[in-house]
């Protein structure tokens, strides 16, 4: 940047100390040429017609003016004796003074001598009664002469041009970048940036915005990484728990086959082991089922449809009737009519099969269960074991059951409430639960 400053400020300056050196060249030279002039019109005051028109006499004027140059001519432009030039007898009608002075009687200019090779002023002027010309001349600088004299000094003016432009580069970049470089600090410190001064507003505008961007990535990158973490602690467990599902029935599976195998046994203990076997296959099947279907339901892109709610619900309760029935539990229909949610059969099923099932499995002996369906919610309230407080927070986790024993008495896995809060979830459903151990509880799905 000061390098940058430095060559910018030198350029322009040199170029203008150049400019105005030729410039002022030019004044004084047209000035010089002026006065010169003048010089020679007075000079000119002091010839009278006394002086020969002979060598003599042109040396004898010459010596009068301090040494200019005179030369006498006819009036048709014959030279008769020049003070600087000796047996000097050309024709000067052609040049341009004594043009001007046969015609207006005196004439004017500028031009290099070939004969002495210099830059003179001529001025020529006509006396007896056009007869004689009398020309009068003296050296002068010219333009490009005195541009090369104004160089030394041009020169010093250069050196000091350059001294003042290092300053200005360095004292300008100082004050120039200074603020900008708190800007870049403090942006980097991550607080609000400000500017001092009017111009930096821009850029203090775009370092906050570029702040915010930063911080809003960060907390999407955090916020990602928790994501992350959760989900691999998700999978840990969710492995865990499957494992620990599976190592039972397939532990019992072992068992009994290795004592099959041993012989020895008894027909009434064949009996009851096969009976076992047969038990625990059919429950590793359903575990496996059941965790398919839970995996399925994120990958399921199906196109959704109207579903009568109000039927299937009548049609899962007929289905249920002899496992309520078989524990004396009552059901207590409020399903009104014509009720349709925007789904599919087999998730509507799912939902609402896994909670009337739950409802039944952890119902008491002769409990009650009331379930209630309308176009903006439905309800599944039972009389059963209830849910503890600490456990409210678990009830949709993936195998947790209120039967710790996981698939003991009751035969549950722990994935049928997951299932159902991950399609509500799906679906832009709401659901909730309220509870009390040893009272019952009250699942409700918000459409």
């Known amino acids: 940047m000061k390098w940058r400053i430095l060559l910018l400020s030198l350029g322009i300056t040199i170029v203008c100390i150049l400019i105005f050196t030729f410039a002022a060249t030019q004044v004084y030279y047209n000035s010089a040429i002026d006065d010169s ?18 060598a003599d006499g042109v040396a004898e004027f010459s010596e009068k003016l301090n040494g200019a140059r005179v030369t006498f001519m006819t009036g048709r432009g014959e030279v008769l004796a020049d003070s600087s030039a000796e047996n000097l007898t050309a024709n000067h009608s052609d040049r341009r003074e004594v043009q001007d002075a046969i015609l207006n009687g005196e004439g004017y200019a500028v031009r290099g001598s070939s004969t002495l090779g210099k830059n003179m002023v001529y001025f020529c002027k006509s006396f007896s009664d056009g007869d004689v010309l009398v020309r009068i001349a003296v050296a002068t600088d010219s333009d490009w002469t005195l541009f090369i004299k104004t160089l030394p000094t041009t020169a010093q003016f250069l050196a000091i041009d350059i001294a003042l432009c290092v300053v200005l580069a360095f004292v300008s970049t100082h004050f120039i970048l200074n603020p900008v470089k708190k800007l870049a600090t403090d942006a980097a410190a991550g607080g609000k940036v400000t500017g001092k001064y009017s111009e930096l507003t821009p850029i203090a505008n775009i370092l906050n915005e570029r702040n915010r961007n930063i911080q ?40 009994y086959a290795e004592l099959l195998n041993a012989g020895g046994m008894t027909d009434e203990q064949k009996s009851a082991a096969y009976k076992t076997i047969l038990t625990q296959s059919e429950r590793l099947t359903n575990l496996i089922a059941c965790i398919i279907n839970y995996g399925e339901i994120d990958s399921d892109d199906l196109p959704p449809y109207e579903v009568d709610f109000s039927a299937l619900a009548r049609e899962t309760i007929i289905a249920l009737k002899p496992e309520a029935d078989a524990k004396a539990i009552t059901i207590t229909e409020n399903i009104s009519d014509g009720v349709k949610v925007l789904s599919r059969h087999e998730r509507v099923n799912q939902v609402y099969g896994n909670l009337l099932r739950n409802a039944i499995r952890y119902n008491k002996q002769n409990g009650t269960i009331t379930v209630t369906l309308n176009d903006k919610k439905l309800i599944v309230e039972d009389t059963g074991v209830g849910i503890a407080e600490e456990n409210m927070g678990k009830v949709f986790s993936r195998f947790f059951t209120v039967d710790k024993s996981h698939g003991g008495k009751n035969g549950g896995f722990g994935l049928g409430l997951a299932v159902v809060k991950k399609i509500c979830i799906k679906s832009g459903w709401k659901i909730s639960v309220e509870s009390r151990l040893g009272e019952g509880s009250k699942f409700t799905v918000e459409f």
């Open 37 to 54: 002039k003048s010089y020679l019109r007075v000079y000119m005051n002091a010839f009278n017609e006394s002086y020969a028109l002979d």
């Open 216 to 255: 809003r990535q960060m907390r999407e990158i955090n916020a990602e990484k928790e994501l992350v973490e959760q989900a691999r602690s998700s999978k840990d467990e969710f492995i865990s728990n499957v494992t620990h599902e599976m190592n039972t029935p397939l532990t019992s599976i072992h068992g």
